[in-house]
Nanobody, 121 residues
């Protein structure tokens, strides 16, 4: 089992910045992919950014150039630096971890409880 805990959410003004953190613990495979997803009221959960255990990243088009995902494998943590925040970024942000085999196939997927991000003037 893997446990994920998000932190760092809050209320910020448009154009402001916020940094989210995710702490992972448990049976984490050496090959894995972590990511941030978000869900706004009345909308589907969407991918924000992912990062592999090797450091390769992927971003949704809507956040490219504004958000940066990073991880510390020694600490089993992942961060999301969010800059130039927009009201459209308002959502509950969830941390995800996928344990993977040597070909990148997923053995299991885990989710955190989510943290609220509100961007409003």
């Amino acid at each position: 089992q893997v446990q994920l805990v998000e932190s760092g959410g809050g209320l910020v003004q448009p154009g402001g910045s916020l940094r989210l953190s995710c702490a992972a613990s448990g049976s984490i495979f050496s090959i894995n992919r972590m990511g941030w997803y978000r869900q706004a009221p009345g909308k589907q959960r969407e991918l924000v950014a992912t990062i592999t255990s090797g450091g390769s990243t992927n971003y949704a088009d809507s956040v490219k150039g504004r958000f940066t995902v990073s991880r510390d494998n020694a600490k089993n943590t992942m961060d999301l630096q969010m800059n130039v925040l927009k009201p459209e970024d308002t959502a509950v942000y969830y941390c995800n971890l996928n344990n993977q085999d040597y070909r990148g196939g997923n053995y299991a997927s885990y989710w955190g409880q989510g943290t609220q991000v509100t961007v409003s003037s």
